[in-house]
């Protein structure tokens, strides 16, 4: 990023939820850590780079200890004799009884009075992902809290940004399409404007692309209804308007904001216990009796307490090979005891394999139990936070909490359902509408972006063409999903619409229980919830299948 091209400034983000709770361990062991310390091994090589070419670096790589890894900087530095103006945020930790970590989601505006200050480095403990691009645009631009709709382009261009390789092509659906097969899509940069609008590109030379899709799959990552919370702005995108802007440029417009919630979301980590796993390999016959049988034994050995089985039906029918010919059946055991989730368990499984079916043997060696984590999301009032920006002179500046918040409720969606469909829902083998229809996978004319919130799941689907969404609109409801994918039955949903966009949201509440920290799930953080769904063979309508994406020069109309 510092060698391929202009830059003003270069963020990183550094602080997935999970990341807190591994910072948290680690301040344990040390008080003086808390920080993410792989920053530190990626700014020494490149600082001087930066420095001379005058880009800014902000990052919240600070965690739960951003005035620790402003010493650290320090030292850096200075044995590099490479004297940096650095300033940090800090403000977030919450004293919460009982909890590992606690710490708010601060806005942009700390970050902003450190770069007016003259900071050339600033980094923060928790803060929103976007709040890192919200802030030099403050900066820059000189934005008040009333610059509502600016603030919101910028959280909007922040949210893009924030997962990188994402929105040039990085776990795209339609990677095959990519100019380089998605080899190595190269990071993207946001050209940002005055009045919050921004362009969308990537350095000169490097990988992936800039589309239309490939920014509306991260617009999709990880959001719930079109109300987008954050604490400086409400980013409603709904408002979203993409336009293409030349090869690899793709504009955003049109964002409006509404004044911030008059809470701060809190993210709150516990230690959950200890886990333990093992993988029983089922070859041949009688697949299902054999796990029964391992259930059986191993629930009489050290009891049902905290016991999970989940058997992946991986075997062939008369397979030519011992691999194909075999299932897996992964055992979980979670407990507050380590001495039961660890070698009792792992033990007690190994003892089986002279004593259970036959080709019986596991994949796992007997091993420990781990500590696992647990995250809750809670909410603070703003006035109830000490939001500080450190400057560069060591003077402690107090952030002020916006004056204009707005309450907003959980916002309503479509087709809202608490329990599992009945059978006279769609059964999810009908035709997609009126017309010819054949059988194949959905993934042949939708995208798809899906990930975690905590314990609930998003599940962004888009249409490749107008026509792809009006038959996505009254095809792809809440009772067809439940279908689709089976384990969401039973679970609560909201469907949200997104028009500009040509898309549909899906939050599915508690799917990862606990949160990815704590959950025994295949795919604990529901990255590949998407492609699961586009890989299910349904109804499609034949006028979609037999007109490529983009032949009728829909596929990438606003």
Same mark, same amino acid.
């Given at each position: 990023?510092?060698?391929?091209?202009?830059?003003?400034?270069?963020?990183?983000?550094?602080?997935?939820?999970?990341?807190?709770?591994?910072?948290?361990?680690?301040?344990? %062991?040390?008080? %003086?850590?808390?920080?993410?310390?792989?920053?530190?091994?990626?700014?020494?090589?490149?600082?001087?780079?930066?420095?001379?070419?005058?880009?800014?670096?902000?990052?919240? *790589?600070?965690?739960?200890?951003?005035?620790?890894?402003?010493?650290?900087?320090?030292?850096?530095?200075?044995?590099?004799?490479?004297?940096?103006?650095?300033?940090?945020?800090?403000?977030?930790?919450?004293?919460?009884?009982?909890?590992?970590?606690?710490?708010?989601?601060?806005?942009?505006?700390?970050? *902003?009075?450190?770069?007016?200050?003259?900071?050339?480095?600033?980094?923060?403990?928790?803060?929103?992902?976007?709040?890192?691009?919200?802030?030099?645009?403050?900066?820059?631009?000189?934005?008040?809290?009333?610059?509502?709709?600016?603030?919101? /382009?910028?959280?909007?261009?922040?949210?893009?940004?924030?997962?990188?390789?994402?929105?040039?092509?990085?776990?795209?659906?339609?990677?095959?399409?990519?100019?380089?097969?998605?080899?190595?899509?190269?990071?993207?940069?946001?050209?940002?404007?005055?009045?919050?609008?921004?362009?969308?590109?990537?350095?000169?030379?490097?990988?992936?692309?800039?589309?239309?899709?490939?920014?509306?799959?991260?617009?999709?990552?990880?959001?719930? /209804?079109?109300?987008?919370?954050?604490?400086?702005?409400?980013?409603?995108?709904?408002? =979203?308007?993409?336009?293409?802007?030349?090869?690899?440029?793709?504009?955003?417009?049109?964002?409006?904001?509404?004044?911030?919630?008059?809470?701060?979301?809190?993210?709150?980590?516990?230690?959950?216990?200890?886990?333990?796993?093992?993988?029983?390999?089922?070859?041949?016959?009688?697949?299902?009796?054999?796990?029964?049988?391992?259930? *059986?034994?191993?629930?009489?050995?050290?009891?049902?307490?905290?016991?999970?089985?989940?058997?992946?039906?991986?075997?062939?029918?008369?397979?030519?090979?011992?691999?194909?010919?075999?299932?897996?059946?992964?055992?979980?055991?979670?407990?507050?005891?380590?001495?039961?989730?660890?070698?009792?368990?792992?033990?007690?499984?190994?003892?089986?394999?002279?004593? $259970? !079916?036959?080709?019986?043997?596991?994949?796992?060696?007997?091993?420990?139990? $781990?500590?696992? /984590?647990?995250?809750?999301?809670?909410?603070?009032?703003?006035?109830?936070?000490?939001?500080?920006?450190?400057?560069?002179?060591?003077?402690?500046?107090?952030?002020?909490?916006?004056?204009?918040?707005?309450?907003?409720?959980?916002?309503?969606?479509?087709?809202?359902?608490?329990?599992?469909?009945?059978?006279?829902?769609?059964?999810? $083998?009908?035709?997609?509408?009126? +017309?010819?229809?054949?059988?194949?996978?959905?993934?042949?004319? =939708?995208?798809?972006? $899906? +990930?975690?919130?905590?314990?609930? *799941?998003?599940?962004?689907?888009?249409?490749?063409?107008?026509? /792809? !969404?009006?038959?996505?609109?009254?095809?792809?409801?809440?009772?067809?999903?439940?279908?689709?994918?089976?384990?969401?039955?039973?679970?609560?949903?909201?469907? !949200?619409?997104?028009?500009?966009?040509?898309?549909?949201?899906?939050?599915?509440?508690?799917?990862?229980?606990?949160?990815?920290?704590?959950?025994?799930?295949?795919?604990?953080?529901?990255?590949?919830?998407?492609?699961?769904?586009?890989?299910?063979?349904?109804?499609?309508?034949?006028?979609?299948?037999?007109?490529?994406?983009?032949?009728?020069?829909?596929?990438?109309?606003?």
């Amino acid at each position: 990023m510092l060698d391929g091209g202009d830059l003003d400034v270069l963020t990183g983000d550094y602080l997935a939820e999970l990341t807190m709770l591994i910072l948290g361990r680690d301040r344990q %062991r040390d008080p %003086r850590l808390g920080y993410a310390r792989t920053f530190l091994r990626q700014l020494e090589p490149c600082l001087g780079t930066a420095l001379e070419r005058g880009v800014r670096i902000v990052t919240n *790589a600070g965690g739960l200890n951003p005035a620790g890894l402003a010493i650290a900087l320090r030292d850096i530095t200075d044995r590099l004799g490479l004297p940096a103006r650095i300033g940090y945020v800090e403000g977030d930790a919450l004293d919460h009884p009982g909890a590992l970590t606690a710490n708010a989601y601060l806005g942009a505006f700390g970050i *902003a009075a450190c770069l007016e200050a003259g900071a050339q480095i600033v980094v923060t403990g928790r803060v929103t992902d976007a709040s890192l691009t919200v802030g030099p645009g403050i900066a820059h631009f000189g934005w008040t809290r009333t610059d509502l709709d600016s603030l919101a /382009g910028a959280t909007v261009a922040g949210h893009l940004l924030e997962c990188g390789a994402q929105v040039t092509g990085g776990n795209f659906s339609f990677f095959t399409e990519l100019p380089d097969g998605g080899r190595h899509p190269g990071f993207p940069l946001a050209e940002l404007h005055r009045d919050g609008s921004v362009v969308l590109t990537k350095h000169p030379g490097t990988g992936g692309a800039v589309t239309r899709e490939t920014v509306t799959a991260q617009l999709l990552y990880e959001i719930a /209804g079109p109300d987008y919370l954050g604490p400086d702005v409400v980013s409603r995108l709904d408002t =979203v308007t993409l336009a293409d802007a030349g090869p690899d440029r793709v504009r955003v417009t049109g964002v409006r904001g509404t004044p911030p919630p008059p809470t701060l979301k809190v993210g709150v980590t516990r230690l959950g216990g200890f886990r333990n796993s093992m993988t029983f390999v089922l070859c041949g016959l009688a697949i299902e009796a054999k796990a029964a049988l391992v259930r *059986a034994q191993l629930t009489d050995a050290i009891g049902a307490e905290g016991l999970e089985f989940a058997l992946a039906r991986t075997d062939h029918a008369d397979a030519a090979d011992t691999e194909t010919a075999s299932a897996l059946l992964h055992v979980h055991l979670t407990d507050g005891d380590p001495k039961r989730a660890g070698r009792a368990f792992s033990a007690a499984a190994v003892e089986l394999v002279l004593a $259970s !079916y036959p080709g019986c043997t596991l994949t796992t060696p007997p091993g420990d139990a $781990s500590p696992f /984590g647990v995250f809750a999301a809670e909410e603070v009032g703003q006035d109830e936070v000490r939001h500080v920006a450190v400057l560069p002179s060591g003077e402690r500046r107090d952030i002020a909490a916006p004056t204009v918040t707005a309450r907003h409720d959980e916002q309503p969606g479509t087709d809202q359902l608490e329990s599992e469909p009945t059978g006279s829902q769609p059964t999810g $083998s009908e035709p997609g509408g009126a +017309g010819p229809s054949r059988r194949a996978a959905l993934g042949a004319v =939708v995208g798809a972006r $899906s +990930g975690d919130k905590g314990g609930d *799941a998003n599940l962004g689907v888009w249409a490749r063409s107008a026509a /792809g !969404y009006r038959w996505l609109l009254g095809w792809l409801t809440v009772e067809r999903l439940r279908i689709l994918l089976p384990e969401t039955a039973g679970l609560a949903m909201r469907r !949200y619409e997104l028009p500009n966009l040509r898309a549909v949201n899906f939050v599915i509440r508690g799917l990862l229980g606990a949160g990815a920290a704590g959950s025994t799930r295949f795919d604990p953080q529901a990255k590949a919830l998407g492609e699961l769904l586009r890989a299910r063979i349904v109804e499609l309508p034949a006028a979609l299948l037999d007109s490529p994406a983009g032949a009728d020069g829909e596929r990438n109309e606003a």
